[in-house]
């Protein structure tokens, strides 16, 4: 089982280009999160996704973010017109609803220059 | 809004010695309890987890959790240099599984010096 994979690990975008972040969850997990961290903070849920559905997106800024989990294929987070202040490690992570916890994978680092 | 709150930290403590890391929550509807540690530059990876009152043991490590005080803590015995990292609490309203969203604290730094 190779895990909860994300990619790319790092990725740099200048101000005002868009940034997609990829996550394939664990075989058999129907069930992903995306969270973001900053420098020195815990993580911030953003948005909670099954299959071709959106759960709960109370933690998405409503401009500029959108998340999508596609029938076949990864689930990606997309951010438009992307600022400074998006700089942070973005985690996604994914369960199978039956067992405890989350298993994250090992998150995209965003640099905006 | 649902708040969980760690002690800031840092905490340091010497090899061999137990580290208690403590976590309290707003939400006395939160069921599920977890403990997740981060090394630094790394993913959190669960270490434990928790339901019922009272005391939960895995090797060196403890959970325990009061639902009455909305307390949650995690005890580190026989602390090792290979603990130090930072340690998240998380909550979780559904019992027994994870569904929805986890409510994290900002996480306690720990350091164990040889």
């Known amino acids: 089982n190779a895990g909860v994979m994300q990619n790319p690990r790092h990725l740099v975008r200048r101000r005002g280009q868009e940034a997609r972040l990829r996550c394939s969850p664990m075989k058999g997990h129907s069930h992903v999160y995306w969270y973001r961290q900053l420098p020195e903070e815990g993580l911030k849920f953003m948005v909670y996704l099954q299959k071709e559905n959106i759960i709960d997106e109370s933690g998405m800024p409503k401009e500029r973010f959108s998340a999508e989990f596609p029938k076949e294929g990864p689930s990606i987070l997309r951010i438009q017109q992307v600022v400074r202040g998006d700089s942070a490690a973005y985690f996604c992570?994914?369960?199978?609803?039956?067992?405890?916890?989350?298993?994250f994978g090992s998150g995209t680092r965003l640099t905006v220059v | 809004q649902k708040e969980v709150e760690q002690n800031s930290g840092p905490l340091s403590v010497p090899e061999g010695a137990i580290a208690s890391l403590n976590c309290t929550y707003s939400d006395r509807g939160s069921q599920s309890f977890f403990w997740y540690r981060q090394y630094s530059g790394k993913s959190p990876e669960l270490i434990m987890f928790?339901?019922?009152?009272g005391d939960k043991e895995d090797g060196r490590f403890t959970a325990q959790l009061n639902k009455a005080s909305q307390y949650v803590s995690l005890l580190i015995r026989d602390s090792q240099p290979s603990d130090s990292a930072t340690y998240l609490c998380?909550?979780?309203?559904?019992?027994?599984?994870?569904?929805?969203?986890?409510?994290f604290g900002r996480g306690t730094q720990l350091t164990v010096w040889p």
């Open positions: 928790i339901y019922s009152n």
């Open positions: 998380a909550v979780n309203q559904a019992r027994g599984s994870t569904l929805g969203r986890l409510y």
């Open positions: 992570a994914s369960s199978a609803g039956t067992d405890p916890g989350y298993t």
